[in-house]
């Protein structure tokens, strides 16, 4: 589609920039002489249906909930509900004044996400309908906006699932749900602005790497005299080097253009790598004369990343890829997560499970998660929405524009290693994804492309084969780059509260998969389905509305098969020994057959506890025998061959002769321990910050009851609300909810009391932050 067509109805193609760098990180200016960039998330007016009147700016919305996005536009159980609680039409309504500094500058609303349509007025002038949920985009307020007075942005918003929008049209396996569920800003910048950056590092392998800074401009009116644009590299504060380029006169630009800003050779750069993900900030100033009209930045790393006939190759050497998928969706909230719990997901999946890459299924994601990605070094396959169907040509050309609006919003980030441009596990349509590469190689040659496919007859139009393979044995690689994006998932779905012989073959069929991937160079590596149980709609899943695919719950709380992935890093970085069961004599047919247990030690000694006494009943080394190719197999322990009393078990890991771990579980079969665990300890008192509580019952040795279904009775005091079920239910012993800050300072105590293991309290300090300057 022309990118003039989307300009016509004020959602071009430039909303990518908008929000590509950290503008909706400010509650004020972003101190730029030439732009001020202010947060427009509080102070929200909702009403879950569309009034008569309710976009003018004299109607009267006192009756509205005072709301601040992210923000769900209905708060639902985490489980057994229908999609179509949340498939209405909304109004979101905000009031502002701009800064006396605003006047003679151009006036712009940047919205980051809002599902799925979004019509926007300006003081009761329409300004057009975006359609499309996860990507951003932005209208031009200028010629109606009231630079003296008073202003009203009313937001008609349309959560159903319109067949005219991707991902919808036909049956989709995840839930969109509804809301402003993004950050929103006023950006206000002079006529000739810096649109976006693209910071592309080159020959980073050589010793000293160079870098181009591609720079686009944009003329909203003539301008007569020639600029300067210069960009600074920073690491820190250090100055690192300084380049400028000349901008000529220019008339008014319909797009904007780009201007290539190049370093020469640069020393001492330190590569960004998964151990050590080195950032480094691009600033980027437009200049007439000495004076600056514009000033912008972004971050940016330097790495060589590359898909190779023997495999992926970072920085020159040879990375086995091993990831899970993940969808953004959270319980009770949908995708109405702030910035602090989606970069939560991110340190999940790297520091807790030691993935080292991750696919954003089924949809571009949160760019607050994509920053933690580049600073955890995770690895990312970033993909356009859709879900097997293929609409008409209109429906094409939206998506289309979302490989644009993600490329340009994401380009800069070092941890994107892959455009995912086809729609997941579609049939083959030539002529679409012809465009869809077509238009991810034309905006970005430093990366390569990639479409998940289900059958390895698919015509190959983009880079890299990806391909969802749920068989076994795997196919065997039928392209020279090559990587499997799905494995596992639907067809063994495993809940926490599943027998032991369910959890060991859901954890052998992931550690099988990835033994295999091991075993020939071609496989680039691959990422199961998935990271966290997700909700789906009736046609899916376990009939509760939730799919129990994940290798963790939907909680973000670990299943045995979560601990082979997390078991597989180097022991320098972690040492891990996990059991995939639960120690109980009989928890499968008969009586417990195999220990499964996955660590990255080198041999384990287990010991049963009888008459107060440890007895040695067992050693075992990893099981090379089912998987001969990974470096660290999981251990197979037979039980069968032991005629045991029954009692605690401990397991002692040992690396090269030495004890270096020790895990104990409780043979008594009672529930013995009730905790509660915060994530984060302080909050910015901005409305929306939060974070996650876990309940957990365990043994006295802390291992989880999977069983324990207890109703948790929750009292919250302070400055917060409470985002999850009161009581709440434990599921397979655990469970959690979230505390969300008010906008006051304060502490927050949450106190949950267990039926018979009493109660336990958790503090939150929520911080004050400045208010937001419209």
Same mark, same amino acid.
């Given at each position: 589609?022309?990118?003039?067509?989307?300009?016509?109805?004020?959602?071009?193609?430039?909303?990518?920039?908008?929000?590509?760098?950290?503008?909706?990180?400010?509650? %004020?200016?972003?101190?730029?002489?030439?732009?001020?960039?202010?947060?427009?998330?509080?102070?929200?007016?909702?009403?879950?249906?569309?009034?008569?009147?309710?976009?003018?700016?004299?109607?009267?919305?006192?009756?509205?909930?005072?709301?601040?996005?992210?923000?769900?536009?209905?708060?639902?159980?985490?489980?057994?509900?229908?999609?179509?609680?949340?498939?209405?039409?909304?109004?979101?309504?905000?009031?502002?004044?701009?800064?006396? !500094?605003?006047?003679?500058?151009?006036?712009?609303?940047?919205?980051?996400?809002?599902?799925?349509?979004?019509?926007?007025?300006?003081?009761?002038?329409?300004?057009?309908?975006?359609?499309?949920?996860?990507?951003?985009?932005?209208?031009?307020?200028?010629?109606?906006?009231?630079?003296?007075?008073?202003?009203?942005?009313?937001?008609?918003?349309?959560?159903?699932?319109?067949?005219?929008?991707?991902?919808?049209?036909?049956?989709?396996?995840?839930?969109?749900?509804?809301?402003?569920?993004?950050?929103?800003?006023?950006?206000?910048?002079?006529? #000739?602005?810096?649109?976006?950056?693209?910071?592309?590092?080159?020959?980073?392998?050589?010793?000293?790497?160079?870098?181009?800074?591609?720079?686009?401009?944009?003329?909203?009116?003539?301008?007569?005299?020639?600029?300067?644009?210069?960009?600074?590299?920073?690491?820190?504060?250090?100055?690192?080097?300084?380049?400028?380029?000349?901008?000529?006169?220019?008339?008014?630009?319909?797009?904007?253009?780009?201007?290539?800003?190049?370093?020469?050779?640069?020393?001492?750069?330190?590569?960004?790598?998964?151990?050590?993900?080195?950032?480094?900030?691009?600033?980027?100033?437009?200049?007439?004369?000495?004076?600056?009209?514009?000033?912008?930045?972004?971050?940016?790393?330097?790495? +060589?990343?590359?898909?190779?006939?023997?495999?992926? !190759?970072?920085?020159?050497?040879?990375?086995?890829?091993?990831?899970?998928?993940?969808?953004?969706?959270?319980?009770?909230?949908? %995708?109405?997560?702030?910035?602090?719990?989606?970069?939560?997901?991110?340190?999940?999946?790297?520091?807790?499970? +030691?993935?080292?890459?991750?696919?954003?299924?089924?949809?571009?994601?949160?760019?607050?998660?994509?920053?933690?990605?580049?600073?955890?070094?995770?690895?990312?396959?970033?993909?356009?929405?859709?879900?097997?169907?293929?609409?008409?040509?209109?429906?094409?050309?939206?998506?289309?524009?979302?490989?644009?609006?993600?490329?340009?919003?994401?380009?800069?980030?070092?941890?994107?290693?892959?455009?995912?441009?086809?729609?997941?596990? #579609?049939?083959?349509?030539?002529?679409?994804?012809?465009?869809?590469?077509?238009?991810?190689?034309?905006?970005?040659?430093?990366?390569?492309?990639?479409?998940?496919?289900?059958?390895?007859?698919?015509?190959?139009?983009?880079?890299?084969?990806?391909?969802?393979?749920?068989?076994?044995?795997?196919?065997?690689?039928?392209?020279?780059?090559?990587?499997?994006?799905?494995?596992?998932?639907?067809?063994?779905?495993?809940?926490?509260?599943?027998?032991?012989?369910?959890?060991?073959?859901?954890?052998?069929?992931?550690?099988?998969?990835?033994? %295999?991937?091991?075993?020939?160079?071609?496989?680039?590596?691959?990422?199961?389905?998935?990271?966290?149980?997700?909700?789906?709609?009736?046609?899916?899943?376990?009939?509760?509305?939730?799919?129990?695919?994940?290798?963790?719950?939907?909680?973000?709380?670990?299943?045995?098969?979560?601990?082979?992935?997390?078991?597989?890093?180097?022991?320098?970085?972690?040492?891990?020994?996990?059991?995939?069961?639960?120690?109980?004599?009989?928890?499968?047919?008969?009586?417990?057959?195999?220990?499964?247990?996955?660590?990255?030690?080198?041999?384990?000694?287990?010991?049963?506890? &009888?008459? &107060? !006494?440890?007895?040695?009943?067992?050693?075992?080394?990893?099981?090379?025998?089912?998987?001969?190719?990974?470096?660290?197999?999981?251990?197979?322990?037979?039980?069968?061959?032991?005629?045991?009393?029954?009692?605690?078990?401990?397991?002692?890991?040992?690396?090269?002769?030495?004890?270096?771990?020790?895990?104990?579980? #409780?043979?008594?079969?009672?529930?013995?321990?009730? #905790?509660?665990?915060?994530?984060?300890?302080?909050?910015?008192?901005?409305?929306?910050?939060?974070?996650?509580?876990?309940?957990?019952?365990?043994?006295?040795?802390?291992?989880?009851?999977?069983?324990?279904?207890?109703?948790?009775?929750?009292?919250?005091?302070?400055?917060?609300?409470?985002?999850?079920?009161?009581?709440?239910?434990?599921?397979?012993?655990?469970?959690?909810?979230?505390?969300?800050?008010?906008?006051?300072?304060?502490?927050?105590?949450?106190?949950?009391?267990?039926?018979?293991?009493?109660? %336990?309290?958790?503090?939150?300090?929520?911080?004050?932050?400045?208010?937001?300057?419209?």
């Amino acid at each position: 589609m022309d990118r003039r067509d989307f300009m016509k109805t004020g959602s071009a193609l430039l909303a990518g920039a908008a929000v590509g760098g950290k503008v909706f990180a400010q509650n %004020q200016s972003s101190g730029s002489a030439g732009r001020m960039v202010l947060a427009m998330n509080r102070g929200w007016r909702y009403s879950p249906k569309v009034v008569e009147g309710g976009h003018e700016p004299g109607f009267d919305d006192s009756a509205f909930d005072r709301v601040v996005v992210p923000h769900t536009n209905i708060m639902l159980p985490f489980h057994g509900f229908d999609n179509k609680d949340y498939e209405f039409v909304s109004l979101y309504r905000r009031k502002f004044r701009l800064p006396a !500094e605003a006047r003679g500058k151009h006036v712009f609303v940047d919205f980051e996400g809002a599902m799925t349509a979004s019509t926007v007025w300006i003081n009761g002038k329409r300004l057009g309908e975006y359609k499309g949920g996860y990507t951003p985009f932005f209208f031009d307020l200028t010629p109606h906006v009231n630079f003296d007075g008073d202003n009203v942005l009313a937001v008609e918003l349309d959560s159903t699932e319109r067949a005219d929008i991707p991902p919808f049209g036909y049956q989709i396996d995840y839930l969109t749900f509804g809301g402003i569920y993004r950050e929103v800003a006023l950006r206000i910048v002079p006529s #000739s602005f810096i649109e976006n950056i693209f910071a592309q590092p080159k020959d980073v392998l050589g010793g000293s790497p160079t870098l181009d800074v591609q720079c686009f401009v944009q003329h909203l009116e003539a301008s007569h005299d020639p600029l300067t644009l210069e960009a600074t590299l920073l690491d820190g504060e250090k100055v690192i080097g300084k380049a400028t380029q000349k901008v000529p006169a220019s008339g008014v630009t319909a797009e904007p253009v780009g201007h290539v800003v190049s370093f020469g050779k640069l020393q001492g750069i330190q590569l960004w790598d998964l151990a050590t993900p080195k950032l480094y900030t691009v600033k980027v100033r437009l200049l007439r004369g000495d004076h600056v009209v514009d000033e912008d930045e972004r971050r940016t790393g330097f790495r +060589h990343a590359e898909f190779t006939d023997h495999g992926f !190759e970072l920085n020159g050497r040879i990375v086995k890829l091993r990831g899970l998928d993940r969808h953004q969706t959270f319980p009770f909230v949908g %995708q109405a997560m702030p910035a602090r719990v989606q970069r939560r997901d991110a340190y999940i999946l790297r520091k807790v499970m +030691h993935c080292n890459l991750m696919r954003t299924s089924h949809y571009p994601q949160s760019r607050h998660f994509l920053d933690a990605c580049d600073e955890y070094g995770l690895l990312v396959l970033e993909e356009i929405p859709g879900w097997q169907h293929i609409g008409d040509l209109a429906w094409q050309d939206i998506s289309v524009d979302n490989v644009s609006r993600m490329v340009r919003r994401d380009w800069n980030h070092p941890s994107i290693v892959l455009w995912g441009v086809r729609i997941n596990e #579609s049939r083959d349509n030539h002529d679409f994804y012809t465009r869809t590469n077509a238009m991810a190689r034309k905006l970005d040659p430093t990366r390569q492309t990639g479409g998940i496919r289900y059958f390895q007859e698919s015509e190959f139009l983009e880079d890299v084969f990806t391909m969802n393979d749920f068989g076994w044995p795997l196919k065997p690689p039928n392209h020279p780059r090559y990587l499997n994006t799905e494995f596992v998932g639907h067809t063994y779905p495993v809940k926490t509260i599943d027998d032991d012989e369910r959890h060991r073959e859901h954890t052998i069929r992931h550690a099988r998969v990835h033994n %295999q991937l091991a075993s020939d160079a071609q496989y680039a590596g691959g990422i199961g389905w998935c990271a966290f149980d997700y909700n789906t709609h009736h046609d899916f899943g376990a009939g509760d509305r939730i799919c129990y695919h994940g290798v963790t719950d939907i909680f973000r709380e670990p299943k045995p098969a979560a601990g082979f992935y997390k078991s597989q890093c180097d022991p320098e970085e972690e040492i891990v020994l996990e059991p995939a069961f639960h120690w109980a004599s009989s928890d499968e047919a008969i009586r417990f057959t195999v220990a499964m247990i996955c660590s990255n030690c080198d041999h384990l000694k287990l010991y049963v506890k &009888n008459d &107060n !006494e440890w007895k040695l009943f067992d050693e075992a080394d990893p099981d090379r025998k089912q998987f001969d190719h990974l470096r660290y197999a999981p251990f197979s322990v037979d039980l069968t061959k032991h005629d045991l009393k029954f009692g605690d078990l401990r397991i002692d890991g040992y690396i090269n002769g030495k004890q270096v771990i020790s895990r104990s579980y #409780s043979g008594l079969g009672v529930d013995q321990k009730f #905790s509660i665990r915060a994530d984060d300890h302080e909050l910015d008192a901005d409305g929306a910050d939060a974070t996650r509580v876990v309940l957990r019952v365990t043994d006295e040795f802390d291992a989880i009851r999977p069983y324990a279904n207890d109703p948790i009775v929750l009292t919250l005091e302070g400055p917060a609300d409470l985002i999850g079920d009161n009581p709440f239910g434990l599921v397979g012993g655990t469970g959690a909810v979230w505390i969300r800050a008010k906008e006051e300072a304060g502490t927050v105590r949450l106190t949950a009391k267990h039926p018979r293991l009493g109660s %336990q309290t958790v503090e939150v300090v929520t911080r004050q932050v400045s208010a937001e300057v419209v």
